[in-house]
């Protein structure tokens, strides 16, 4: 059993900066593929961002891809996601997904026009 808490969400401008970190419970954070998925209103949740075991490996959304960027510290136990130049279309909340299987409960973005 894993759990994830999200935080760093928040109320911005278009064009700002927010960072989501996520915190992982349990020793084997550094075995499971972490992953960002939001859910605006009305809207089915999407893939945003997903990093590998190592961190080598990261894969985007198109919408996203040159604005955010996901990382991770494994001594920490957790995973970041940069958003830059953010746009009213990014406030969505904002769930961490451990190994496709373990979900957080979710933080709220939400971008100023």
């Known amino acids: 059993q894993v759990q994830l808490v999200e935080s760093g969400g928040g109320l911005v401008q278009t064009g700002g900066s927010l960072r989501l970190s996520c915190a992982a419970s349990g020793r084997t954070f550094s075995s499971y593929t972490m992953g960002w998925f939001r859910q605006a209103p009305g809207k089915e949740r999407e893939f945003v961002a997903v990093?590998?075991?190592?961190?080598?490996?990261?894969q985007y959304a198109d919408s996203v891809k040159g604005r955010f960027t996901i990382s991770r510290d494994n001594a920490k136990n957790t995973v970041y996601l940069q958003m830059n130049s953010l746009k009213p279309e990014d406030t969505a909340v904002y769930y961490c997904?451990?190994?496709?299987?373990?979900w957080g409960q979710g933080t709220q973005v939400t971008i100023s026009s």
């Open positions: 990093i590998g075991r190592s961190g080598g490996m990261t």
């Open positions: 997904n451990a190994n496709h299987v373990y």
